[in-house]
Nanobody
Protein backbone atom coordinates (compact mmCIF):
# COMPACT_ATOMS: atom_id res chain seq x y z
CA UNK A 1 0.00 0.00 0.00
CA UNK A 2 1.25 3.47 -0.89
CA UNK A 3 -0.17 6.69 0.50
CA UNK A 4 0.47 9.93 -1.33
CA UNK A 5 0.14 13.49 0.01
CA UNK A 6 0.54 16.47 -2.29
CA UNK A 7 1.54 19.99 -1.27
CA UNK A 8 2.81 23.20 -2.82
CA UNK A 9 -0.23 24.36 -4.72
CA UNK A 10 -1.47 27.92 -4.59
CA UNK A 11 -2.26 31.08 -6.51
CA UNK A 12 0.34 32.45 -8.92
CA UNK A 13 0.36 34.99 -11.70
CA UNK A 14 0.83 33.97 -15.31
CA UNK A 15 4.52 33.53 -16.06
CA UNK A 16 5.29 32.55 -12.50
CA UNK A 17 6.52 29.28 -11.02
CA UNK A 18 5.42 26.72 -8.47
CA UNK A 19 6.94 23.52 -7.17
CA UNK A 20 4.60 20.75 -6.16
CA UNK A 21 5.68 18.00 -3.80
CA UNK A 22 4.26 14.56 -3.23
CA UNK A 23 5.31 12.70 -0.12
CA UNK A 24 4.88 8.93 -0.30
CA UNK A 25 4.63 6.43 2.50
CA UNK A 26 6.19 3.00 2.39
CA UNK A 27 9.65 1.58 2.18
CA UNK A 28 9.43 0.65 -1.49
CA UNK A 29 9.08 4.18 -2.88
CA UNK A 30 12.27 3.87 -4.90
CA UNK A 31 10.84 0.93 -6.83
CA UNK A 32 7.70 2.76 -7.96
CA UNK A 33 7.05 4.86 -11.02
CA UNK A 34 5.47 8.19 -10.10
CA UNK A 35 3.35 10.62 -12.06
CA UNK A 36 1.46 13.88 -11.94
CA UNK A 37 -1.99 14.36 -13.38
CA UNK A 38 -4.30 17.35 -13.36
CA UNK A 39 -8.00 18.02 -13.65
CA UNK A 40 -9.41 21.39 -14.60
CA UNK A 41 -13.03 22.33 -13.85
CA UNK A 42 -15.39 20.62 -16.24
CA UNK A 43 -12.63 18.58 -17.85
CA UNK A 44 -11.34 15.05 -17.53
CA UNK A 45 -8.24 14.24 -15.56
CA UNK A 46 -5.17 14.35 -17.80
CA UNK A 47 -1.61 13.11 -17.61
CA UNK A 48 1.13 15.72 -17.04
CA UNK A 49 4.46 13.99 -16.31
CA UNK A 50 5.92 10.72 -15.07
CA UNK A 51 9.22 9.36 -13.81
CA UNK A 52 10.26 5.72 -13.71
CA UNK A 53 12.03 4.09 -10.78
CA UNK A 54 15.26 4.45 -12.79
CA UNK A 55 14.68 8.17 -13.31
CA UNK A 56 13.47 8.12 -16.89
CA UNK A 57 10.99 10.92 -17.49
CA UNK A 58 8.00 11.32 -19.76
CA UNK A 59 5.90 14.44 -20.37
CA UNK A 60 2.65 15.45 -21.93
CA UNK A 61 3.08 17.89 -24.80
CA UNK A 62 1.54 20.64 -22.68
CA UNK A 63 4.27 20.19 -20.07
CA UNK A 64 7.35 19.80 -22.26
CA UNK A 65 9.84 22.62 -21.82
CA UNK A 66 7.99 24.17 -18.88
CA UNK A 67 7.56 21.43 -16.26
CA UNK A 68 10.17 19.15 -14.72
CA UNK A 69 9.45 16.02 -12.72
CA UNK A 70 12.06 14.73 -10.31
CA UNK A 71 12.27 12.55 -7.23
CA UNK A 72 14.30 12.19 -4.08
CA UNK A 73 14.32 8.57 -2.96
CA UNK A 74 15.90 9.46 0.38
CA UNK A 75 12.91 11.70 1.16
CA UNK A 76 10.28 9.49 -0.50
CA UNK A 77 9.20 12.56 -2.43
CA UNK A 78 8.46 13.37 -6.04
CA UNK A 79 8.39 16.94 -7.30
CA UNK A 80 6.87 18.86 -10.17
CA UNK A 81 8.63 22.12 -10.95
CA UNK A 82 6.31 24.27 -13.03
CA UNK A 83 7.65 27.34 -14.81
CA UNK A 84 6.12 29.83 -17.22
CA UNK A 85 2.69 29.02 -15.87
CA UNK A 86 -0.39 29.89 -17.93
CA UNK A 87 -4.02 30.38 -16.89
CA UNK A 88 -4.84 27.12 -18.68
CA UNK A 89 -2.60 25.29 -16.20
CA UNK A 90 -5.19 26.01 -13.52
CA UNK A 91 -6.33 22.66 -12.14
CA UNK A 92 -6.19 20.29 -9.23
CA UNK A 93 -2.90 18.43 -9.50
CA UNK A 94 -2.75 14.81 -8.40
CA UNK A 95 0.19 12.59 -7.59
CA UNK A 96 0.02 8.95 -8.64
CA UNK A 97 2.08 5.79 -8.28
CA UNK A 98 2.37 2.39 -9.91
CA UNK A 99 4.95 -0.36 -10.36
CA UNK A 100 5.83 0.56 -13.92
CA UNK A 101 6.00 3.68 -16.09
CA UNK A 102 3.46 2.29 -18.51
CA UNK A 103 0.92 1.63 -15.78
CA UNK A 104 1.42 4.94 -13.98
CA UNK A 105 0.81 6.86 -17.20
CA UNK A 106 -2.31 4.92 -18.11
CA UNK A 107 -3.95 3.63 -14.96
CA UNK A 108 -2.12 4.29 -11.70
CA UNK A 109 -2.63 2.07 -8.70
CA UNK A 110 -2.47 4.83 -6.11
CA UNK A 111 -3.65 8.43 -6.01
CA UNK A 112 -3.20 11.39 -3.74
CA UNK A 113 -6.00 13.77 -2.79
CA UNK A 114 -4.72 16.60 -4.96
CA UNK A 115 -3.53 20.17 -4.56
CA UNK A 116 -5.09 23.21 -6.21
CA UNK A 117 -3.05 25.34 -8.61
CA UNK A 118 -4.59 28.59 -9.81
CA UNK A 119 -2.86 30.76 -12.38
CA UNK A 120 -4.23 34.28 -12.77
CA UNK A 121 -3.93 36.25 -15.98
Amino acid sequence: QVQLVESGGGLVQAGGSLRLSCAASGRTFSSYAMAWFRQAPGKEREFVAAISFTGRTYYADSAKGRFTISKDNAKNTVYLQMNSLKPEDTAVYYCAAARTLGVVVGSPDYWGMGTQVTVSS
